[in-house]
């Protein structure tokens, strides 16, 4: 009897392992279809005009559509005919985070208070509204894949989920190798390099991060399309930001033969130290640490110089080709005609200019970005098919010019008014000052005006003004002046770009209350960028007054 007892447990306890198993199947079964596809709302909008915004990180205008004759970006530039670009288009801060959340959320970093990626602006500063929250409000499907939000503390670790998304952010697996030891060196062995042209079948999961973020992005165009749901797609491709990890193929777009140096490779002799940025990242990669380059102003080799410069172009391109794929597949949806396309970077990046190797300054090189709007039936003619896929490889590739270009200067911070403009959404209300207690509103103007404009007008030229600002902890350089934490930045350099001239002017900063001390002077710049595009030639001294120094007491008041 016993033996009968523990039997028929043993038979009840299979079945209800085996019914527990079953359960288990079914529900991750389901969470895979769940995950497989986004949640859409109960109220989901149709019939809207659709958003694909691609993000690229440290892109210069370092394209042929920007007049760059020495980089093959093909599908860009074939982007670009069918848009507005504009041609000076500026970043509120020239670092990751706290270029993201400000377009993102359309506030200044003044107003976000990230100066560093330490902190969550809906905790730290105010509960503003994004842009993709703003279009979720608005019954859209939100999505974002890749680094769009800078990920971290400053979103939360959660890109801002559920807020600013229909569905969890999608971030490509293969990116936790992109600073690991998959470079292969001259000496065989693997290396966590700057320089990196990788032998894709070789790289752990084979495959790369932005590989992954394009085959991501067009799964869920084809999920979207079905279910005829209005989008907002963000994706937010790797490069070039360092390390220039890239498929090797691309170098051969670039023989280093053609490659040239900087035109301005030396330190400008009337630059304040305090503007000068050491560039102390890429000093952390094993091949630039094996030259033995002097801290803070180097400088690095010429041979190398050209490798750095070399590799930049050949990620560009790289970038370039993953585009032109995610275009194509928006064509051959059939999504070309009802989706607003916006293409740009988070901030430059110096290529040796002014002896600098990095971001992190106020220097057009830096703070300037692509910035491309294409609206269906506004910036082009209708026609069939408008994206088709461009080999980078081609040897007939023909070089395409921008439909229009607007040359006054802008803000990303205006991303945010406008891309809701061009929705035909309820514009947000322009911020008061102060505003950390309005959730929703912008301090970036809409530039849909200036898209319907036939041409550049003389009153936008004169009164467009882009500002930008970068922290130090010194007015020396020294190890952390390229990325300082909140705690450590004593002087805050605020810096305008007009038509005809960028002015910085570096004054004290208190990080506990957020003040600036426009009475404690570290330094200004002045640079008139006709005669000077290179910005080379301080020409402030103490005997030049311009109204410029009021219009920043202003601004900070």
């Excluded at 065989?188 to 079948?201: E, I, Q």
């Excluded at 032109?324 to 293409?343: K, M, P, R, Y």
């Excluded at 098919?385 to 200067?409: A, H, M, V, W």
């Excluded at 640079?527 to 120094?549: C, T």
Aim: hydrophobic share 35%; aromatic share 14%.
């Amino acid at each position: 009897e016993c033996s009968y007892k523990y039997a028929c447990c043993g038979v009840l306890q299979y079945a209800m392992n085996l019914f527990g198993y079953l359960r288990f199947l079914m529900c991750a079964t389901t969470v895979f279809a769940v995950w497989q596809q986004p949640f859409l709302p109960k109220h989901t909008a149709t019939g809207g005009k659709n958003v694909l915004i691609i993000i690229a990180d440290d892109l210069r205008t370092s394209l042929g559509c920007y007049g760059d004759s020495a980089v093959k970006s093909p599908n860009i530039d074939h982007l670009a005919s069918q848009s507005i670009i504009f041609t000076n288009a500026y970043a509120q801060q020239a670092v990751c985070a706290p270029s993201r959340v400000s377009f993102l959320t359309g506030r200044r970093p003044d107003t976000t208070r990230l100066f560093d990626f330490n902190s969550y602006w809906r905790t730290h500063a105010g509960n503003y509204t994004t842009l993709p929250q703003y279009f979720k409000e608005h019954g859209y499907v939100t999505m974002s894949v890749g680094k769009i939000f800078h990920p971290g503390i400053s979103s939360n670790h959660s890109d801002d989920y559920p807020y600013s998304w229909s569905v969890y952010p999608y971030h490509p697996s293969a990116e936790k190798y992109e600073n690991s030891q998959t470079c292969k060196g001259k000496d065989g062995k693997l290396h966590a390099n700057l320089v990196c042209p990788v032998d894709v079948s070789e790289v752990p999961e084979g495959t790369l991060p932005d590989i992954q973020s394009t085959e991501e992005a067009i799964r869920l165009l084809k999920t979207v399309k079905q279910q005829n749901a209005s989008f907002f797609l963000a994706v937010g491709y790797h490069k070039p930001h360092i390390p220039f990890r890239f498929p090797k193929e691309f170098l051969k777009l670039y023989p280093i033969e053609n490659i040239s140096l900087a035109p301005d490779p030396d330190i400008p002799k009337k630059l304040p130290l305090v503007a000068y940025n050491p560039w102390t990242d890429i000093r952390k990669r094993e091949d630039v640490q094996a030259l033995n380059i002097s801290f803070p102003y180097g400088p690095i080799p010429e041979h190398f110089q050209l490798l750095i410069r070399q590799s930049y172009y050949a990620s560009v391109s790289y970038l370039d080709d993953q585009i032109g794929q995610l275009l194509n597949a928006v064509e051959d949806l059939g999504l070309s005609n009802d989706t607003i396309i916006v293409f740009s970077s988070d901030h430059g990046w110096s290529l040796g200019e002014h002896g600098e190797w990095a971001k992190y300054s106020n220097f057009d090189v830096t703070t300037r970005v692509p910035l491309i709007f294409y609206v269906p039936g506004m910036t082009n003619i209708p026609q069939q098919p408008i994206f088709q896929y461009i080999d980078p490889f081609s040897t007939n590739l023909q070089r395409k010019f921008p439909g229009k270009s607007r040359e006054y200067p802008v803000e990303l911070v205006s991303l945010f008014s406008t891309i809701a403009d061009l929705a035909k959404l309820p514009a947000p209300p322009a911020c008061p000052q102060p505003s950390f207690h309005m959730e929703l509103c912008t301090e970036g103007r809409s530039l849909v005006h200036q898209l319907h404009a036939s041409e550049n007008t003389h009153d936008d030229a004169v009164l467009a003004v882009a500002y930008s600002s970068y922290p130090r902890p010194s007015d020396f350089p020294q190890w952390n002046s390229d990325l300082p934490d909140l705690k450590d930045i004593k002087i805050m350099g605020y810096s305008m770009r007009t038509m005809d001239y960028r002015y910085t002017v570096w004054v004290g900063y208190n990080s506990t209350t957020f003040q600036a001390n426009f009475k404690e002077i570290h330094g200004r710049e002045l640079y008139f960028v006709l005669s000077d595009p290179n910005q080379d030639n301080n020409l402030y001294n103490q005997l030049l007054h311009l109204d410029i120094y009021k219009h920043f007491e202003f601004m900070n008041n």
